[in-house]
């Protein structure tokens, strides 16, 4: 506590006094220089951002590509291409919006209103007018609006869970500091505004949620397929300009085959295909009770390989519960839980007599309670850390008493061996994460020692089987807490985390930044840690090569769930936890996350199956019809043939999203490096299939360009629809599992409508049944050619 002469330097080094307060005219100064009592929020133009989506490699492909149909004026590729530039930006566009801003959630958190002294008179006015150097008055149930130092008063006690991570109030006297956010419980205390805003605890816990942006492995993922197609395009179109300088031929014609060969080299469909994928599967997590707000965070989810869990209302219960009561001097456990309930005050509802009315509950000692008659209450004071109250029946009276076991103690003049026993006692229950709490009774002989009870939070009770679960996964599982080491490592035991729990205090005095990530790395979880230290420990994660989600509930989770590559908000969490999160469980606990993780791993690897099939079939096309141009001089097939193709492959493989996946037992992630060559290899594959039936019919129909490229357009649809039940599965493609019934008859659909077309002519020359049959039997055969390739691949490459 401070003494008067502190008290005085306080407010004389905010120029303030306890009488008058600050008068309205030094206020409005103060207002223009610090800012108004508001977390300022940061708005992104919708337009702005709806532009956004049409700026990179893919886009730039699809922009290209418009820009030289129009070019040679050829509307109708013009048309399409353009539609599928504006189907993608809505697509994104909308996704994006559909993700609430954390900011403006944490900015309503805030206090509304204060009361205030101004010219010596007490003011309620709006929380966000408050300058440093305002006196303000905070009473039990007022959230704090601003970070203020106490200057009078007795004490309060506060609730700092959502801040601190906390689990139990904390008491505040004159001279200690109050945190913005956090909500009185008990008590009256007047204080002195310290700072306001985004310069608060609150606010800085804001600012960590701003600076917390991550790029997805989803975005890096397009990034990097957009970017190796355009080089590979870019290589193609520039090999071709160079022959076609050299034939001299015409330029319009040189530019109507870039324009083909653009369309070719374009996944357009890519980004829409994997995000009504992401979109199913979203629904399917809604099912298990996991919201999610941003659909990238699927395959985020999947990739993850620690979980960093918030302890405090997300591994716990965040309510204190009686343990294991412990009586002393012939007295039984029974008697201890009613002496002490005779020595609460229920009405209060504080979290300590809140637990020991639910352990009088289970003793059935509710009746016995109230034949009491309550005489006088002195409620719990920190100096002298006890309640006391004095009570009657049938006309006899007694004192009962419950505080610190210490204080009890003394109370009750213990010496000698009882005292050392429970002193012992105590010491043991603390080093095991307890909060004791001593009994006694007055029943007109003196005060009596009658038990101890110890009071903990405890875990739910789904906890333990569902970290169990989530370790099967090959995900590592780190408790974070705001609580003492103590608690932490009772807790963690309890779960089955593991026994190395690192305090923050001894984290942060290691000066080698190797070492402390050693030890982050190393450790099963984390105590007394602060909001800044989350946000450090998952980036410290992340830096390793993790891919970190985390969990939370409070304000103080934000940064990190906002910085981890997953965050999830637990059910109950916070406005501004939710805000945070990528994904948000309705269901009570964590036993929800293994069915998502596992349900995420399912989409990935559907999305998986998709992408390499994507990449494969462009490879394919984009070299065979350079090839074609290079050395026969020859188009196999005309512009509208590409957007068919472009068209009839992607729509079907939207039932990719239905498809039967087996489930992986380890985090997946994009490994980019073993799919550009398994997709590049199993592309030039069908380069090589598409030649040898081009030579073939091009020798049986010399001159018939129109029958000749027809005749490829279908192998083409044929082949390249195959290739995705070659894709789906890096095992032999007739095992287990077997395509679902909406992949397979959208394929065969599809195939079905190409054949049509192709048989009888529509838009394009026929070419007969006989051919078409022919063709079928023709992709067939190359479909388990194409098998035999990836099973070599994937083992080289150990995909």
Known sequence: MKNKKNIEEILKSFNTSLEHGLSSEEAEKRLKIYGYNEIEEKKVNPIIKFLSYFWGPIPWMIEIAAILSALVKDWTDFFIILSLLIVNGVVGFWEEHKAENVVETLKQKMALKAKVLRDGVWKTILAKFLVPGDIVRVKIGDIVPADMIIVKGDYVTVDESALTGESLPVTKYVGDELYSGSIVKKGEAIGVVKATGINTYFGKTVKLVESAKTVSSFQKMIISVGNYL??????????????????????????????????????????????????????????????????VSIEELASVDVLCSDKTGTLTKNQLVCGDVIPFNNFKKEDVIFYAALASNFEDADAIDNAIL??????????????????????????????????????KEIKVSKGAPQVIVELCKLTGKIKEEILKIIEKLAEQGYRSLGVSVDRGKGWEFVGIIPLYDPPREDAPEAISRIKKLGVIVKMITGDHIAIARNIAK???????????????KKKKESEIEKLVEEADGFSEVYPEHKYKIVEILQKKGHFVGMTGDGVNDAPALKKANCGIAVAGATDAARAASDIVLLAPGISVIADAITEARRIFQRMESYVIYRICETIRILFFITLSILIFNFYPITALMVVLLALLNDIPILAIAYDNVIEQKKPVRWEMKKILPISTILGLTGVLSSFLIFYIVTLMYPGEYGFIQTFVFLKLIIEGHTTIFVTRTKDWLWKKPYPSPFLFWGVMITNIIGTLIAVYGILVTPIGWGWAIFIWIYATIWMFVNDVVKKIMVKKLKL
Do not use: C, W
Request: a positive charge; aromatic letters at 6%; zero cysteines.
């Open 230 to 295: 355009i080089i590979v395009a870019i290589i193609l179109i520039a090999i071709i300009f160079v022959v076609s300088v050299y034939r001299h031929e015409s330029l319009l014609e040189t530019l109507r085959f870039a324009l083909v060969l653009a369309v070719a080299s374009i996944p357009a469909a890519m980004p829409a295909v994997l995000s009504i994928t992401m979109a199913i599967g979203a629904l399917n997590l809604a099912k298990k009770q996991a919201v999610v707000t941003k659909l």
């Open 358 to 395: 639910n352990e009088a509950k289970k003793l059935g000692l509710l009746e016995k309670l109230k034949k009491f008659k309550l005489l006088k209450f002195i409620p719990f004071d920190p100096v002298i850390k006890r309640t006391e109250a004095t009570v009657s029946i049938d006309g």
């Open 494 to 508: 309890m779960l089955g985390i593991g026994d190395k729990i690192v305090s923050m205090t001894e984290l942060l």
